[in-house]
């Protein structure tokens, strides 16, 4: 094994030339959050952001253990440091975080002995001390414990980054054991922040010109942080508490567990027009026998109901979704119920997956599907989601909503920013707008995103219907 050295904490701040760090992430948003808090933690050692791995003298891999290909995905990227390493002299230290290095721990030291340090996704604020003793000493390297609490407490560094959306996470872990999926080992037990952690935090990210945040947890709808008054707090009361930030126009979530959407979280849709009306609430399978042995702890009716009651209160929100085919003893008649759901339903976006055993996981040890056949149902239903998502994409055109404008376009000077549906929007001549939310008409919808104009005359009224500067026309 190569002996890294990593220079003490303060060198740079002492005069010598900043060190580059490289973080590659995998999986979910909530990895993408905590990438962004590990180059926070790092910055005050003198680490600056690099673009390439070959530049970097640190580089973190942040990992995914959802599926298979995820996790595998993480060896041979190691496979290609370990080399660059060693075209270094060894000057690179590489880490691996996420839940990879959380499910794995030292086997990944085993495995790939270039590495120099696993630290779980509760260890982050242990990254400068781990870091130190890696250069002092081999052998204290693994930091994957779960106490969220220290974390977040820890992690209390101003938030660097820039662009006008961020993310913010507001719980960590989940209880629901579906069986399978390895989410409650890798992550924990859910914990949720305190509310004036995440006022704090937002008000920093609007203070910067953020305009949208999205409010990340595994299971966020369940969110129950500690309120002002000592007493759980819940997601809606969040949301209403978020919307008083002056320059915060727009909250999202995600993702959200069917059984913990409640009555008053819905409501709050239907009356908050800073919650944008986008939900991501996956069901999985459409077969209540699947959904048994899931144990998903919520049949096809109930959720049939509560799309139900959503688009009650909000008859334009877009739905969207997570779907695995080819769990253990799916049949062609539970798919066709999958089938049947998804045109019930009709969403607007989703994900679809071919199951993947996961070690340690019930289902990993049911009778499994053949691939073939997995294959095959996963082309379906995707083709159906598909088409469905290119109609609620076409079926904007003609109308006009306000549009999030995030960043420069590939030509001239258009702009792209997001739909409240989450819809990307390309419009041109509109790169003088990032920032802000305007109201633009859209001209076509195709699979992936719409394009529009801006509208030009801008009418007063709605300006003061939405309460808010820029967030003007057409509330949808
Ligand atoms: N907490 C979220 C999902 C987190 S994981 C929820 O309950 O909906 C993201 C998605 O990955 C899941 O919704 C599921 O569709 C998929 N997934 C999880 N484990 C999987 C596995 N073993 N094989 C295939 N897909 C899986
Ligand atoms: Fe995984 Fe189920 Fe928890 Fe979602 S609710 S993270 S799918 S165990
Ligand atoms: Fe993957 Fe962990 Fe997220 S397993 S999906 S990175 S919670």
Known sequence: ????????????EAGAAPKRLFIKTYGCQMNVYDSERM????RP?????????????????????????????????????????EGKGGAMTIAVAGCVAQAEGEEIIKRQPAVDLVVGPQAYHQLPELLTRTARARGERIG????????????????????????????????KFCTFCVVPYTR????????????????????????????????????????????????????YALAEIPGLDRIRYTTSHPNDMSDEL?????????????LHLPVQSGSDRILRLMNRKHGRAKYLELVDRIRGGRPDMALSGDFIVGFPGETDADFEQTMDLVRKVGYASAFSFM???????????????????????????????????????????????????????RHGAQAVGRSPYLQSVHVDDADHLIGQIVPVTIEHGQQNSLTGALVTEQKSTPLEQRGSASQAVGAP
């Open 188 to 239: 924990g037990a859910e914990w949720s922040r305190p509310v004036a952690d995440v006022l704090a935090e937002a008000r920093e990210l609007a203070a910067r010109g953020v305009r949208e945040v999205t409010l990340l947890g595994q299971n966020v709808n369940a969110y129950d942080g500690e309120g002002p008054d000592g007493k759980p707090s819940s997601l809606a009361r969040l949301a």
């Open 355 to 409: 199951y993947s055993p996961r070690p340690g996981t019930p289902a990993a040890t049911m009778a499994q599907v053949p691939g073939d056949v997995s294959r095959e149902r996963l082309h379906a239903l995707q083709t159906l989601l598909t088409g469905q998502q290119t109609a609620f994409n076409e079926a904007q055109a003609g109308r006009t909503m306000p549009v999030l404008f995030e960043r420069k376009g």
């Open 1 to 12: 094994m190569t002996e890294t050295v990593v220079s003490p904490p303060g060198t740079d």
């Open 266 to 278: 819905i409501a709050a849709h239907a009356e908050l027009e800073a919650l944008m009306p986008y």
């Open 45 to 85: 050692l003198g680490y600056a952001p690099t673009d390439t791995a070959e530049d970097a003298d640190f580089v973190i891999l942040n990992t995914c253990h959802i599926r298979e290909k995820a996790a595998e995905k993480v060896y041979s990227e190691l496979g290609k440091l370990r080399v660059m390493k």
């Open 144 to 175: 994957a414990d779960f106490a969220p609490n220290e974390k977040f407490d820890a992690l209390q560094v101003p938030r660097g980054g820039e662009g006008v959306t961020a993310f913010l996470t507001v719980q960590e872990g989940c209880d």
């Open 39 to 42: 180059a926070d933690v790092l």
